[in-house]
Nanobody
Framework: QVQLVESGGDSVQAGGSLRLSCAAS????????IAWVRQAPGKEREGVAS????????GYHESVKGRFTISQDNAKNTVYLQMDSLKPEDSGLYYC????????????????WGQGTQVTVSS
């Protein structure tokens, strides 16, 4: 099993920044990719960014390109999501997800999930 714990969610005003953290533990050798997935009220989960933890690949949803940056600290088994120039439409519950079936921004390829951290952006 792989355990994922998110932190860093908060309430901020539009234009502000937040950094989310995802700490992984357990059988992390079973995971090749980690993604951040968000879910707004009444909407389906949406992949925001992903990273290949064994290589250099990163991927981003079109709506966050240039504003969000995904990174990792291998020594800490932690993946980060730096979110800048936040917009109200970025609000939602942000999940960290891990899997070994590629780094696409679709929820089906991730089989380990955290509990989520709430991000609220006010206008």
């Amino acid at each position: 099993q792989v355990q994922l714990v998110e932190s860093g969610g908060d309430s901020v005003q539009a234009g502000g920044s937040l950094r989310l953290s995802c700490a992984a533990s357990g059988h992390t050798n079973r995971t090749g990719c980690i993604a951040w997935v968000r879910q707004a009220p009444g909407k389906e989960r949406e992949g925001v960014a992903s990273i290949d933890i064994r290589g250099n690949y990163t991927g981003y949803h079109e709506s966050v390109k240039g504003r969000f940056t995904i990174s990792q600290d291998n020594a800490k088994n932690t993946v980060y999501l730096q979110m800048d120039s936040l917009k109200p439409e970025d609000s939602g519950l942000y999940y960290c997800a891990a899997g070994n079936m590629g780094c696409a921004l679709i929820t089906a390829v991730y089989n380990y999930w955290g509990q989520g951290t709430q991000v609220t952006v006010s206008s």
